[in-house]
Structure formats: structure tokens, C-alpha cells
């Protein structure tokens, strides 16, 4: 026994010194880059104090809350637990999985009592395995390990890279900036070698870069697209091109079978969510004042706009003269004035598509036309112009390989290393921002709310087509997109007040015609400087019409509460005209009022009664102490008298992707008003009631991706017992 155990033992050893010996320079890269990548999150060495600019709490808070949901019994994140007070806000459905599930993973088991840690290993993490795999194609392509090694840390210190890490804090973004490399490695590997398992690991990184960063997944589809057209166009074309790009095809196709079940929501559902709103109505021309040309140029860390304070202090969008004179040299050598040496003559395809990569994005980024206009807007996601800069990143630094080795003819050695690395780290050291912040861990901790960004992006806006008793109405605008004055509003629900020119798009269906609707309106005014004069009109509009209107109440603006009752009578409203069962409701301020002095109030209650019963609601404040929630389930124990027909619960609305049942039996659900978002609503008979409300997504989809996966667990381990064996007789025989 004993005899057979030191047997294994020693052929442990044996293997791992064999892998030690083999694979000694790459160990040593490792190393580098391990160390380059700590020292490049310099800006974030506090462990109690965050980097609280950008959106570095917001993603903290979504770190804590990932951890909270795998506590909860979800895999894969869909329900945020703890945001909007709990009402299950479906953020990482619409959003991103991938890195609250590893942080969340890692905080709950790694730095349990530290989040910030583990929000910091993730993104030294993407670092790393960034400049990891630009280092490995750049390897392939140019023969030089020297030239890779200065390829792979020009990509890690990129500008753009730093920005995102440091000064923005776009967390998702980030880790899908160390991922877009491998997705990039592993598709050119599944277009140059007919192995299974290069179609394996390239659908998995496009998965894992889809299920990070939908807007990175999106342009990294269209310019690894344009890359690999550019390939093709300097290619022989003959059956063996044919079939590199049915593998590629393969592994894109099956990278998006595995992500299904989050993707498919994305595309078919979030026309519906408020981000989408933004997206469609903000042209991406209309932000290119980040990124000047100016900037782009600049040789240090300058922001776009005089300022030290905001969302643009450390923004310094730039495209790095690192990367700029690597596609200088590149290009003077590829161009009739010079020779590419002969050893570059199988990667000149690529040399051709990198160089017509790098320009095209950076006008793209610039954008001094506005294209825009003609690009289907779905494109529009990327929503600002500088995000193009992660295609600068990695064209530019499989340039820097290229351009090291033909401006030192394959005589590079390690003098030229130490000096690659000194010239890269100085040459980029601008853009890694003075540590700013005063927010501690512990804060985020005991209230771990997304706040501005996150909070609002992916509540429901679907179309409430009945005006129900008891629910709290609208308070923006119907085409409102989130922002700060948004958030503000949903926080604080103050009433929309406009002046008696300005217009006001809040509009509600009509009731029928058996309602007796009363508007209760009660709150606190939170404003000092109003004048004694000041009244409040509540107006009913016509649709179309700002001329045609009727003023049902007066309110008082001089107190420090509010509580009135309007009814809304048809003889008041005979003379107007209601068009597609629709009208707009108004509050104006009358008074000597100056601009920026328009009363602020609070609102308690803004609501309609008087309604049927069927159309009268059991409101959010009476359900939600008779629910329990766990994982993606809401279960209620909901009582039903005479007085109302729908129950409002506290799970926020998203159409086919939740299963309602009541006592066990499948039910159909809709929205139903709660301020500025949709709650689920279901129509009851008098009675008591067992209620469940489950998040599922898109159930054809999960379906599709759950045996995608399993094809490729089964297929993988097939591959892998296949090498063990063969590894093994090479043991047995050395």
C-alpha cells in the first residue's frame, strides 16, 4: 500500500516538474503581470475607504446584494433582494451576472467580512487575464515573447482601462474588458485549428462576455465581425476558409445558447424597462463632447471639460501615444515605403485588419458627423462615444507586438523588456487618478442600495391601460428616462409643479363612466421661499390640446401640509374632448413665483378612490406585511373582502417572465400603478388567498440554454478523459 502510494506521489512530482520546467518563461509572465496588475490598482489600497467616485458604490452595493441573493437560493442572479425595498427588481436579469456572481462567491467565501476586497480581486483579476491573453495571441502572431510580454501590459495600463477601473468605477465594464481578450484568443484559435475544444472555450468566453457586458458583447460582435471580414478579404478563398468560419460561426451561435436564458430577455423584454427609454431617445453623437479630438491625442490624463469635481473628475477618455505610434510604425512598415520582413508574411491578414480596426474606431469615438441618425437604434446602446476605446485598446496593443519586433528585427531581449516596461508604466501613469472618496465600507454595508445608477434603469414601464382605485399614480412623465432628475422624483415622489407655459405630459387612462373618481393629494411642502400668494390649480387636459381644459381644484400653498380631496365629476368635464380613452392631468403653480422657486412637495398619498370595486385595489402598504420573500419567490397570505377586486403585491411587474398562482393554480397577472413603476396586480374574488409569485424569465429560454450547457459539460468531459489517458501513457512511458 505504502509502495503504491509513494509510487503516485513520485509521479505527482515528476508531472509537476515537468510543468515547471516546460512552462517556466510563461510562469514567469504570470508573475509579471500579477505584480504590474497590483500596482495598477494603486488608486484603491484603502480596504475602508472606497474610490467613491463615478459608480464604484453603486457596484458595490450590487456586489452585496449578488452575495445576498446566492444566500437566498438564486443561480443565476435574476432578483435583486434588497433594492426598492425589496420588490424584487430584476436588475441582474437585464443588467449583468458574471461578476456579482464571482465577487459575491468570492465575499462569501474569501473575504467574508470585506466586499471591497473582493470588488477588488475581480477587477485585479480582469487586469491580468487581459494582458494574459493579449500576451498569448500576440505570442502566436508575431513568434516574440518579449514583443508579447510589452503587447500584454500595454493593453492592462491602456488608458481607457484605468478610466474605467478608477475614474468611471463601471465595474461590469471593467471585468468585460478583461474578458473581451479571450474571447478574441480563443475565436482566432477556433478559426486557425480544427480542435473541439477551441469551439468549447471560445462559446464559453462569449457567453461570459455576454452575460457581463451587453454593450461590450454588442460592438465586440460587430468589430470582431469587421476584424474577421478584413481576415477573410486578405485570405485565400478555398474550402479550408469555409471551414474556419463555420467553426467560428459555431462557437458564436453556441455562445449565445448558453446565454439564452439571459440574453433572450434582454432582446425581447427590456423595450419595456425605463433604460430602454434612454436608449431610444439619446443619440450617441449628442455625448462625443467626452472624447474631443484633443483629448484623444493627449499625451497625459486631461478631462474633456474644466473640472475637479463630479462624474468627469479622472474621466479622461485618450487613446495613448503608446498606441498611436505602434500603429504609426505598423503602418510605415506595412505600406509601399517598406518591407514587412518575411517572417510576418502568414499574420499579414491580420497586420491589415489591425490597422484598418484602429482608425475606424477612433473616428467612431470622435464622431465629428453624426452618422447616428442612420444606425438602427438598437446600436445607440453603447450610449457614449468613448466606450468605443476598448477596441483601440486591444487593436492597439497586438500593434505594440507587431512594432516592437520590426523596429528591433527579432533582436529583442531583455534590456529592451526593462525599457518596453519603464516607457509603457511612465508613458500611461497619468491616467491613474489621485484616490478621491470619503464613503466607507461599513456605509455601503449597513444600506447597500444601487442608488442613482441602477435603481431606476430596469423597473417596468408597460402601459397601464385602467385607472385603479387606491394605486398611487404616475408622478413623470411617460417617456421619462432615468437620470438624476428622475431619481430624485422616485426618492423624494414630488408632485410634478410646472408653471402655467410649461407643459406636462402626465397621462392617465380614463374611467369609466359608472366611477365617481376623487383625487386625494396629501403630502408636505419642503420649500421655505414660496410667496403667501401661492396656489396650487389641479387641471384635466385634453390629449392633443393644451387650449381645452378645467380646472377642478385650488390648493393652498401656504402651510406646511397639504390633504385635499377633488372630485373629478362629468359635469365639470362635459366641454372636453377625451381621446383614446386617455387624458392629462396638470398641477400649476400660480403666484409670483421665480424660476427656481417653485414649491417641492412630498407626497403621502396620490391616489384616486371612488372607483368600482372591481377596479379598486388592496394597496402595496396593506399586502407587503403579509408576504415573505425567498430567492426569486414572493409568497403571500391575502384576505379579500367586499370593497376591492385586485391586490397589489409587492413584486415589481415584468411581463411572461414571473408565474403566478393562487392556491396553487397558474393565473394571468398585470400591471398595476405604483408611483413611477408597475407592481404585479391580480383580480380576486372575496375570500382568503395563497398567493406565489416567482421570477422564472423566459422559460423557453432557460430550456434552451440548460441543454446547451449540458452539451457542452458532456462534450468537455468526453475531450478531457481523452487527454488524461493520453497524458498518463506519456508518464508511464517517460
Known amino acids: 500500500m505504502n509502495f503504491k502510494l509513494n509510487l503516485h506521489i513520485s509521479q505527482f512530482i515528476s508531472l509537476l516538474k515537468l510543468l515547471v520546467i516546460r512552462y517556466r518563461k510563461n510562469l514567469l509572465v504570470i508573475f509579471l503581470y500579477s505584480i504590474i496588475a497590483v500596482g495598477l490598482m494603486g488608486p484603491m489600497a484603502s480596504d475602508s475607504v472606497i474610490f467613491s467616485t463615478g459608480e464604484t458604490q453603486s457596484h458595490l452595493a450590487y456586489l452585496i446584494q449578488g452575495r445576498m441573493a446566492l444566500e437566498n437560493g438564486q443561480f443565476p442572479l435574476r432578483i435583486a433582494p434588497y433594492e426598492n425595498n425589496g420588490l424584487r427588481y430584476a436588475s441582474f436579469q437585464f443588467y449583468s451576472q458574471i461578476p456579482y456572481t464571482l465577487g459575491g462567491l468570492i465575499y462569501k467565501f474569501i473575504t ?126 478555398n474550402i479550408t476558409l469555409i471551414n474556419q468560419l463555420v467553426r467560428v460561426t459555431i462557437s458564436y451561435i453556441s455562445g449565445w445558447l448558453l446565454g439564452m436564458y439571459f440574453l433572450m430577455p434582454v432582446v425581447l423584454e427590456s423595450k419595456y424597462v425605463s433604460m430602454r427609454f434612454y436608449v431610444d431617445q439619446i443619440s450617441p453623437y449628442f455625448t462625443n463632447w467626452m472624447t474631443p479630438l484633443v483629448n484623444l491625442f493627449s499625451p497625459t490624463a486631461l478631462p474633456p471639460i474644466p473640472t475637479g469635481e463630479g462624474i468627469t473628475y479622472g474621466l479622461t477618455p485618450a487613446v495613448g501615444w503608446i498606441f498611436l505610434t505602434a500603429w504609426i510604425v505598423v503602418f510605415y512598415y506595412y505600406s509601399p515605403l517598406k518591407t514587412l520582413p518575411s517572417r510576418l508574411s502568414a499574420t499579414r491578414p491580420y497586420i491589415f485588419a489591425l490597422l484598418c480596426i484602429f482608425p475606424l474606431v477612433l473616428f467612431i469615438a470622435w464622431s465629428p458627423i453624426n452618422f447616428w441618425h442612420f444606425l438602427p437604434r438598437s446600436l445607440w446602446v453603447t450610449q457614449f462615444t468613448f466606450r468605443f476605446l476598448i477596441h483601440v485598446m486591444w487593436s492597439g496593443s497586438l500593434l505594440i507586438g507587431f512594432a516592437s519586433v520590426v523596429l528591433c528585427k527579432w533582436r ?129 387636459l385634453e390629449l392633443h390640446s393644451d387650449e381645452n381644459k378645467e380646472i377642478l381644484g385650488k390648493i393652498s400653498l401656504n402651510q406646511s401640509r397639504i390633504s385635499a380631496r377633488i372630485p373629478f365629476t362629468s359635469k365639470k368635464l362635459k366641454n372636453l374632448k377625451f381621446h383614446e380613452g386617455l387624458f392629462r392631468l396638470k398641477f ?18 396620490f391616489a384616486f378612490e371612488g372607483m368600482s370595486v372591481e377596479d379598486t385595489i388592496i394597496p402595496l402598504d396593506m399586502t407587503k406585511d403579509k408576504c415573505v420573500s425567498q430567492g426569486t419567490k414572493t409568497s403571500c397570505e391575502v384576505s379579500v373582502g367586499a370593497q376591492a377586486g385586485v391586490v397589489q403585491l409587492p413584486a415589481i411587474y415584468y411581463p411572461r417572465m414571473q408565474r403566478v398562482t393562487i392556491n396553487g393554480r397558474l393565473v394571468e397577472y398585470f400591471p398595476v400603478n405604483y408611483y413611477d413603476y408597475n407592481l404585479v396586480g391580480l383580480r380576486l374574488k372575496p375570500g382568503n388567498h395563497n398567493i406565489q409569485v416567482t421570477f422564472t424569465g423566459l422559460d423557453w429560454a432557460n430550456s434552451i440554454s440548460f441543454i446547451a450547457w449540458l452539451s457542452v459539460i458532456v462534450i468537455a468531459v468526453t475531450l478531457n478523459t481523452n487527454n488524461i489517458k493520453k497524458m498518463s501513457n506519456k508518464i508511464r512511458e517517460n
Not at 228 to 234: A, Q, S
Not at 423 to 442: D, H, M, Y
Open 412 to 540: 529583442l531581449n531583455s534590456r529592451h523588456l526593462l525599457i518596453g516596461i519603464l516607457v509603457i508604466i511612465i508613458a500611461n501613469r497619468s491616467w491613474l487618478p489621485t484616490p478621491k472618496g470619503n464613503i466607507t465600507v461599513n456605509e455601503v454595508l449597513e444600506d447597500p442600495k444601487f442608488g442613482y445608477s441602477g435603481a431606476v434603469d430596469y423597473l417596468n414601464r408597460s402601459s397601464v391601460d385602467t385607472l385603479y382605485g387606491n394605486a398611487q399614480l404616475p408622478l413623470l412623465a411617460n417617456t421619462w428616462v432615468p437620470s438624476h432628475g428622475s431619481w430624485d422624483h422616485i426618492t423624494r415622489r414630488l408632485l410634478p409643479v410646472v408653471l402655467e407655459d410649461e407643459p406636462s405630459w402626465r397621462v392617465l387612462p380614463m374611467w369609466k363612466e359608472t366611477d365617481n373618481p376623487v383625487l386625494v393629494l396629501e403630502g408636505k411642502i419642503v420649500q421655505d421661499t414660496v410667496p403667501n400668494s401661492s396656489t396650487l390649480l389641479v387641471t384635466v
Open 588 to 605: 400649476i403653480v400660480q403666484g409670483d413665483i421665480e424660476q427656481g422657486q417653485r414649491p417641492r412637495i412630498e407626497l403621502d398619498n
Open 112 to 237: 467574508p467580512n470585506n466586499p471591497y476586497i473582493a470588488y477588488k480581486i475581480m477587477l485585479w483579476g480582469a487586469l491580468f487575464l487581459g494582458g494574459i491573453f493579449i500576451y498569448r495571441l500576440s505570442h502566436w502572431l508575431t513568434g516574440d515573447r518579449i514583443a508579447a510580454v510589452l503587447a500584454g501590459l500595454s493593453y492592462m495600463s491602456a488608458p481607457y482601462f484605468l478610466n474605467t477601473v478608477h475614474a468611471r468605477g463601471a465595474f461590469p465594464e471593467a471585468i468585460a474588458q478583461g474578458i473581451l481578450p479571450i474571447v478574441l484568443y480563443y475565436t482566432i484559435c477556433a478559426y486557425n485549428s480544427p480542435k473541439v475544444y477551441y469551439i468549447l472555450l471560445s462559446s464559453i468566453a462569449w457567453f461570459a462576455l455576454a452575460t457581463t457586458h451587453i454593450i461590450t458583447f454588442v460592438y465586440g460582435s460587430l468589430f470582431f465581425g469587421i476584424f474577421g471580414l478584413l481576415l477573410v478579404l486578405k485570405t485565400p478563398k
